[in-house]
């Protein structure tokens, strides 16, 4: 019994460490939040991987929204933007269809715009390998490059390689 409640205890402690629910960002940082992002709603603040993240919403954007910002200096990182596939470019679309068909089954879609740098897609699909259905993870580049493929990773982000 003393292991079954340590290794919860444990468990619990893991993901304390890796997310704070509720954090209070710093002002400044909230307020280059408020000033990027004006219209944003349901607005919460976390703490994650040092990082001060806020879930939004964004009317005419996009109801799954979150924002990285720095936690020392406050400077934007990046905004993932859940989004449906219809948004994606034109040559993102045609890339994954011309890998996948047109057919696959799609599981989620976002856009991240970073800071000084390109935006990238991302792409969640279930596909069969070897006979079984399995998530694959593709990050595209605007013009429909592939840049990174991952395949049935567990509790997999793809957000945190594009973190400097």
Known sequence: MRKIMFALVAVVA???VGCDDNYNAPQSTRSAFKAQYPNAYDIEWERRRGYAVCEFKLPGVSDDC?????KKSGN????????????????V??????????QTPIDDVSRVERNNLSTIYFIEATIVVNGYLTDVYLDYAEDGTLLRTAVDVENYDN??????
């Open 76 to 91: 934007w990182v990046m905004t993932e933007f859940k989004i449906p596939y219809s948004m994606l470019p034109e040559a």
């Open 93 to 102: 679309q045609t890339s994954f269809e011309n890998a996948y068909g047109a």
């Open 14 to 16: 893991v993901f304390a």
């Open 159 to 164: 957000i945190y390689y594009y973190l400097d």
């Open 66 to 70: 979150d924002a990285w910002y720095k």
